[in-house]
């Protein structure tokens, strides 16, 4: 029988439609005759695509997208999973309209912020400011792999929606902020972002435990770094296993059963009009 995860276990309570592109089939955004399904987006990083030359480096890097602005109620630009080989490089890039976070899965490297290099292994959350140069290089043997939210700062959501609304420009440069999720189990980005990735929390089962994750005025973003386990929600189920992302709509939730020990990592993504009201 299973058993309930601690409070501690749970996504927090306060915490983009179209279909999936990758893994598993596409849920829709509505049934027939029924309910908007909680599921935006379910996705793989089975068959990620090979890049060269990303944000000007040399090299390669696997990359899959498993949700963007139409998938998405919030303002979030993109959810996505990346890799680079030994050596690799992700090359340095300014933020200039976009908050976004490196969640470092597997392998060990260096976040470049503002030209100095911070060593990062798995666990290692790095948040990324406007203003801010960034950039990961593998220092290790073995593939560095992260996950990667990015969403817009409030001023560039208000240019996007309002044409004739001037960006105010860029911040200045800040410092790097990053912290160690597995450690820390539960991030939030209060002085650091904006917008609306509001908290980032790790969730761990045991075998036969269960959890309920969702918001209800906020989007929330799954990853499974590692495990089997099932999530269902109404008639839809989705199984579990590592590198599997998922999206829920804000105002569901999902039911996840643990089949094994199940590590999930799990973003809050607040809606337009609560950035707003907190900006």
Known sequence: MSTEASPS??????SPSGQATTGHPPLPAHTAGGPRSPFRSIGTAKGAATVYGVHGAAGRTHWKCFAGRRQLDSATEAVEWASIPPR???GEHRHTRTEEIYLILRGRGEFLFNGSPHRVGPGSLALTAPGNVHGLRNTADTDLDWWV????????HTVLSTPDHMH????????????DLFKDRTVRTDGVFTGPLRQVDV???EAGQRTVLGAPDAEVAVFVHSGDGRATA????VDLSRDTCFTL?????????ALTPLRLLVVTLALRQHSAEAS
């Open 9 to 14: 276990h749970r996504a927090p309570a306060t």
């Open 88 to 90: 690799g490089l992700s």
């Open 149 to 156: 939210i990015e969403t817009l700062a409030p001023a560039t």
């Open 168 to 179: 105010p420009g860029v911040p200045a440069m800040g410092n790097p902020v990053i912290f």
């Open 203 to 205: 969730v761990e089962l």
């Open 234 to 237: 109404d008639a839809a189920t």
């Open 249 to 257: 709509a804000a105002g569901t939730s999902t039911a996840v059963h």
